[in-house]
């Protein structure tokens, strides 16, 4: 099975703009997760969907929003953007039976804030 | 709230040497326990979870709830071993997504 796809891998943008990601899971899974790691805090989780709803929610601010769509795929957006949101955005995947925890995760995608 | 914390930044030991990559959390539930791996240029991948009670890669990690700890062993370290390893801790049931520590960087020395 190929394995969990993001796109781009490496985006730059300017303050205040927005961004979105996006993610694909492994075939058959259908829980994706997002993270952000980053230097100072190190992989933080954002949110993750199962079944085109959000299931959880971590503390980050509304900013940062997401989505999933009929075929498990995932998109993450980032309104506003500040330096502060510059990082390395995780996308994982999960199946269903396995335990949401057993992820599987993608190559990330490289922001830049300037 | 919970918390994984990975004391080590940086552990180097020699080729066959013991290495132990430390792990405590704290959590008020039933934790599930996880060590993630990343190898470099490499994306991160599950290396071994506690219910499991797997050995993987000759790596073993035993839960302590009375320490609150998931301490990651290999009796002889390999070269290949050198990457960066991530403690994590799930609620049971999957709320509240992955809590990761900052990681460990294990360097094999030859």
């Known amino acids: 099975k190929a394995g969990v796809t993001q796109t781009p891998r490496y985006l730059i943008k300017t303050r205040g703009q927005q961004v979105t990601l996006s993610c694909s899971p492994i075939?058959?899974?259908?829980?994706v997760s997002w993270y952000q790691q980053t230097p100072g805090q190190g992989l933080q989780f954002l949110f993750e969907?199962?079944?085109?709803?959000?299931?959880n929610k971590g503390n980050f601010p509304g900013r940062f929003s997401g989505r999933q769509f009929s075929n498990s795929r995932s998109e993450m957006n980032v309104s506003t953007l500040e330096l502060g949101d510059s990082a390395l955005y995780l996308c994982?995947?999960?199946?269903?039976?396995?335990?949401?925890?057993?992820?599987?995760f993608g190559p990330g995608t490289r922001l830049t804030v300037t | 709230a919970q918390r994984v914390t990975q004391p080590e930044k940086l552990l180097s030991v020699f080729k066959g040497a013991p290495v132990e990559l430390k792990c405590n959390y704290s959590?008020?539930?039933?934790?599930?326990l996880f060590w993630y791996v990343q190898y470099s240029r490499q994306r991160l991948q599950l290396l071994l979870r506690?219910?499991s009670r797997e050995s993987i890669k000759g790596f073993t990690a035993d839960l302590n709830k009375g320490e609150t700890s998931f301490h990651l062993k290999k009796p002889f370290a390999q070269e290949e071993d050198s990457a960066m390893y991530y403690c994590?801790?799930?609620?049971?049931?999957?709320?509240?997504?992955?809590?990761f520590g900052k990681g460990t960087h294990l360097i094999i020395q030859p």
């Open positions: 959590y008020s539930g039933s934790p599930e």
């Open positions: 969907y199962f079944s085109e709803t959000q299931r």
């Open positions: 994982a995947s999960s199946a269903q039976g396995q335990g949401v925890h057993e992820q599987y």
């Open positions: 506690h219910i």
């Open positions: 075939s058959g899974h259908r829980s």
């Open positions: 994590a801790l799930g609620a049971r049931g999957g709320a509240d997504g992955l809590t």
